[in-house]
C-alpha cells in the first residue's frame, strides 16, 4: 500500500488497526496508552496555552521571549515533551490575522494545547483554510474584515505554530488569574477570537 493510499483511509481506523497490532506484538499496553491519551486530553489541554497567552498579556518581558524563542518561553512556565520540541509563537492584532494548518497531517503543539481536535485533522480543512483562509474563518464563525490580513501558518514536523491571540477591549483590569479562563483552544490556533467576559 502506497502512502498515498493509507492516507486516503480514516485515521480513526488506521488508528485502531495499528494499537491492534502493537497490542497483539506485545509492544504497547492498551491501559497504559489510554492513560497517555486522557492525560492529554485533559491535563495538557489548552490550559497550558492558556496559562501562556495570559502570561504574555500582562508581562511584557514575558511577551518578548515568548515571540523570539516560543519553545523556551513555554518551558519557563514547565510545558514541554513531545511535539513540543520547536514552537513558534505568532501574535495576532487588530490588522494581522494569523491560522495555523497542518497540510500534511495533524502537526499541533501537544504541550501547550493537548491534541488537536478532529477538524483540525479533517483533510477539508487542512486543503481549505490555505486556499480560502477568510471563506473557512468565517464558516467556523470569525468574519476578519477585509483589510485584516490574514496568514496561513503551516505546522509540520520542523516547526509547530502556536497563535498568541489579541487581548480582548474590555479586560484591562482583569490580572493573569482571570485572563486565563478567556483564552481558549481555538483563539490559540486562530480560527477564533478570545471574547471579553
Ligand atoms: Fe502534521
Redesign the pocket.
Known sequence: MSTEDTERLPAALRTEALEQLLTERGLVDPTVMDKFITNYETNVGPLNGAKVVAKAWTDPDYRQRLLSDGTAAIKELGFAGPQGEHIVVVENTETTHNVVV?T?????PWPVLGLPPSWYKDPAYRARVVKEPRKVLSEMGLDLAEDVRITVRD???EVRWLVLPERPAGTESLGEEDLVPLVTRDAMVGVAKVMAP
Open positions: 497542518c500534511l497531517c495533524s502537526c499541533y505546522s509540520s514536523s
